[in-house]
Every structure is written in C-alpha cells, then in structure tokens.
C-alpha cells in the first residue's frame, strides 16, 4: 500500500483516514506499489495462504498482520449446471456469498478489511450507515473485537436484520427515513466524532475487501478470468472493485487473458445506475427507492459515475428487475440449486436471465453470477409465493392417500 489517490485529480495523500479530495472534492481510493507486489506475489504463495480472503494480503489495504475477520471470504464457487440449464447457458456459477463468515453476506469481507485498518489507525470505536448487512457485519466483528459499535439503518429495515444487530449488542439507531438520510447524517456524525465510520472516513481501505470476490472467482476457475460476470448494485462500489481486481491479476501476470465483461443488475424500484446506463448518459439522476430490495435500495450512489465506467471499459451491460421479478429469481435458485438467497441474489439472478434471454450472454461463456447474501435474512419477500406445508394426521392410509401413493410404489 503506497496510500490514498483522488480518482479525480491524480492527488496524492498518506495512508490515513480520509476519504475525499481537499483539492477537487474527489473520492480517494488505495493506491499500491505493484512492481513491489509483483516481485515476490506468484499463484503458489496465495494458494499456500490461508482458507480465507487474507490469503490476498498483499493486495489488501493493511500494513501489518491480518487481526479482524480472519474466517471471512473463500467461500464456494458452485458449478450452477440446473440453473444454467434453465436459462440456456452450459457453463454457468455461482459464488456463494450465502455461506460467508460470520453473518452470511459478502460484506464480512469488506468489514473484516475495515476494521482491521481502523485498529491500525488508533480507532477503538467503529460505525456505519446500512442498508442492513453491512450493519450485522459490523456488528459482529466489533463484539469479536471488543471495539465500541453505532450501526445506523433505515427504519424499516427487515426484521431478520434488526435483530441480526441487536443480537451482538452494540448501539443500534433506527433513522427515520431511507438509506440516504441515514448516510448523511452519518457524514455529519463523522465529523464531529473520533469514530472509524466504514462507509465514510475509512470507505477507501473498507471497500478494497470487495476485491476478493474477482480473486477468488479467477483462482477458482483454476487461474482463467472468467468471460461474463453478473454484479448487484447499490452503491455500484462492488462492481468497480471487481473491475479494479481483475485488472490487477492481470497487470501482476497472475491471469494472462483478461477479456471479462461485468454487468450490473438493480431492482427496477431503485436503479439509478441502470436507468442511466439504458438512457446513455455517463450521470445518475438520485431516485427515492422503492424496492423489496432493501439491501440494494440506495437512491444516490456514490459510485454509480464509477460503476457506468467499469461496465463500459470492460463491454458489460446494465438491466432491472420488478420486484415479482425478485421473487421468481429467488425460488429459481433455489429449486435448481439448493441456494437460498437475499432479494439481491434475486436480482442478480433476474437480470443474469435477462442478459441470457437477449443473447448478450451467450450459451458457451463461462458465467459468473454474484450472490452476495442469505435469504434467511429476507423472508418476507418470499414467504407468499412459496406455499404452506401439507398437513396430514398422523396416519398412514392418510399420508398414502393425500400424496396418491400405493405400498412399495
């Protein structure tokens, strides 16, 4: 890690916690010494590291040893054979974010990343502004820590989340309003408090940790980049960062042919990204969400400029789903393949048979779909379309009866 860059201006500034330009009002990103990485980083060390994210150390924003999360990331990456057989695809899959340690979304990766920089840089209390997993997350790798804790969230956040907060104890604050009241008054919180907030003064190193995801995938498909890559959006920051890590396994000479293309996928009721990607404009116009989507529903993306960015250079496409959409995406995948996913995982899976359907993703790509976070957490959205139990009395003529079953048959 050499330090922070403006993504703007070119500015350079140490290593510390700060997160915009003093020169432009530019976000700040970790920049590294590649020709030093790329001196001693070869296949066989990562594959000699540990079962986790950290494996990838030396490309992760941290200076000294791994402290935080250090079970978070490897998760699998499953060959989705009767899921692609739906959708005409012959070599599709999925990486299973469901299974990811220990609150079962993607973002134990970013946290665990997050908060190791914030005990580095002096930090003993940490915070963040969620949409809802974030939040767990958060909350999760504080109590492990010992680090004092403040999670804002929106106040009508599912109840599987609510409680997947307050279960570790730590000071939970519902906002009365949506994700973008609650990041702003976390900005302004930020600015007043001695507090590593994740997703504002310590965002730069917080969401490198979404790098992992494309190292895992590349490392997985033994060492090949794969030719099609379907991401969720929210802020759009996991799509850049997997754009950003692709491109660096391949200017480190650790995958050799880089051709993927990374596309986006929003809920229709909160896609400021994907409506401007449809209408070729290279801005987001802010919308106010309205989704079952919870977890994707930020109607001001701070990285939709960059997302658009990363989907074009790489030649990846944008498309949305309906809530209905959502749902039928949800119990697709897990009646093809066993995977219970968020809403999300239903928008990534939606949009993947979007972008099947109008042949931009072709039968023969190798295709990786993104599934960022466990359906446990969502319920609600799926509770109605799944259907009741079939209930019987404890008889056996009855049960042959009811299911039209005859002895030995």
Not at 95 to 102: G, L, R, S
Not at 198 to 212: D, H, L, W
Not at 249 to 269: N, S
Request: glycine residues 8%; charged residues 20%.
């Amino acid at each position: 890690m050499k330090g922070l860059v403006c993504r703007e201006c070119g500015k350079e500034y140490p290593a510390v916690s700060l997160h915009v330009c003093e020169l432009c009002f530019g976000p700040l990103e970790v920049q590294y010494n590649y020709k030093e990485i790329q001196a001693t980083l070869t296949r066989k060390k990562i594959e000699s590291g540990p079962k986790s994210l950290w494996r990838y150390v030396d490309l992760l924003p941290i200076e000294g040893e791994p402290s935080i999360g250090l079970h978070a990331g490897f998760t699998p990456l499953v060959r989705a054979k009767n899921l692609g057989d739906e959708l005409g695809l012959d070599t599709l899959y999925v990486k299973n974010d469901t299974v990811n340690h220990p609150t079962l979304s993607f973002k134990d990766r970013v946290v665990s990343i997050a908060l190791t920089r914030a005990r580095e840089l002096g930090y003993e209390t940490v915070a963040c502004a969620s949409t809802g997993n974030l939040a767990n997350s958060v909350a999760a790798h504080a109590a492990a820590a010992k680090m004092q804790c403040y999670v804002f969230i929106p106040h009508d956040l599912e109840a599987a989340k609510v409680l997947g907060n307050l279960v570790y104890r730590p000071n939970v604050v519902e906002v009365e309003g949506n994700y973008d009241d609650v990041n702003r008054l976390c900005s302004e919180i930020a600015g007043e408090q001695r507090w590593a907030f994740v997703n504002v003064n310590i965002r730069p190193y917080y969401a490198e940790g979404s790098k992992t995801l494309a190292y895992e995938v590349v490392e997985q498909l033994d060492w090949t980049a794969p030719d099609q890559i379907v991401v969720p959006m929210a802020s759009g920051s996991l799509l850049t960062k997997i754009w950003k890590g692709l491109n660096e396994l391949q200017k480190l000479g650790l995958v050799t042919d880089m051709h993927t293309r990374v596309h986006g996928a929003q809920a229709e009721g909160c896609s400021p990204i994907a409506a401007a990607y449809k209408e070729g404009r290279d801005f987001f116009k802010p919308v106010k969400p309205k989704t079952i989507a919870k977890s994707l529903a930020i109607g001001n993306p701070a990285d939709g400029y960059y997302a658009l960015k990363a989907a074009a250079e790489s030649g990846g496409a944008m498309d949305t789903v309906t809530d209905e959409e959502i749902v039928e995406g949800m119990t697709l995948l897990a009646q093809t393949e066993g995977i219970f996913a968020e809403t999300a995982g239903g928008v990534t899976v939606g949009v993947l048979k979007k972008l099947a359907k109008q042949g931009i993703i072709k039968r023969g790509d190798v295709t990786v779909a993104l599934i960022t976070g466990n359906g446990l957490k969502t319920q609600d959205a799926v509770i109605n379309a799944v259907g009741r139990p079939t209930r019987i009395p404890p008889s056996l003529v009855q049960f042959q009866k009811t299911f039209n079953l005859t002895p030995h048959g």
